[in-house]
């Protein structure tokens, strides 16, 4: 980043709970040997409910130094009190540069679906449902098993929509696409 940090993202178990995200800042600290640089936690963002979270994908933020964190969510209180829809949900959160989650937005309809991926500009996620027909937060009916799933702008209203064939597909890349065909 231009300020000289990243933000590193996964899960974590903590004693007597289901998994939950987990976000953690880091910063370029001074270097003290010639030629070794080292880092240091600037800010770590927990969140969750008494369901599993998972983090799997990372993009940027319309806001310098913040971030938005994609993965899913099996909890219906927490961090997601009144935004889940069924068995488990993809999600994704806009981290702002000071480590708090500014929104909060999940995809999903009665059984799987999950985020793996973020753009770089934050604003696209793709990842995979198994909710099957038209239900819960999704624009278009499953076509197999295991669907694509694509949701966005995730700024203001998002649509989410499912791609697929007959058997198992999985969306685990998005990128941003910006000006003329080549």
């Known amino acids: 980043s231009q300020d000289g940090g990243i933000w590193l993202g996964g899960w974590v178990r903590a004693a007597g709970r ?3 995200a987990l ?3 880091l910063r370029n600290g001074a270097e003290d040997r010639v030629g070794e640089d080292h880092v240091a936690e600037d800010r770590v963002h927990v969140w969750g409910g008494s369901g599993t979270e998972r983090l799997a994908g990372l993009g940027g933020s319309a806001k310098p130094g913040g971030v938005t ?6 909890s219906r209180d927490g961090a997601f009190e009144g935004l889940q829809n069924g068995h488990r949900d993809a999600f994704a959160s806009r981290i702002g540069a000071d480590g708090q989650r500014v929104w909060t937005r999940t ?3 009665s ?4 985020a793996t991926a973020v753009s770089a500009s934050g604003r696209w996620l793709a990842g995979w449902s198994v ?5 819960g937060t999704f624009e278009s009916v499953g076509h197999g098993w295991k669907d694509i799933l694509l949701a966005g702008p995730l700024e203001g209203v998002a649509m989410a929509r499912r791609y697929g ?7 685990t890349a998005v990128a941003d696409w910006v ?3 080549e």
């Open 69 to 74: 964190a994609a993965g899913w969510t099996g």
């Open 18 to 20: 289901e998994d939950d």
């Open 131 to 135: 909710s099957g027909g038209r239900g």
């Open 23 to 25: 976000l953690v800042r």
């Open 179 to 181: 000006g003329a065909e």
């Open 111 to 114: 059984d799987e679906d999950a």
């Open 165 to 171: 064939g007959p058997t198992n597909d999985e969306g």
């Open 107 to 109: 995809w999903g309809g």
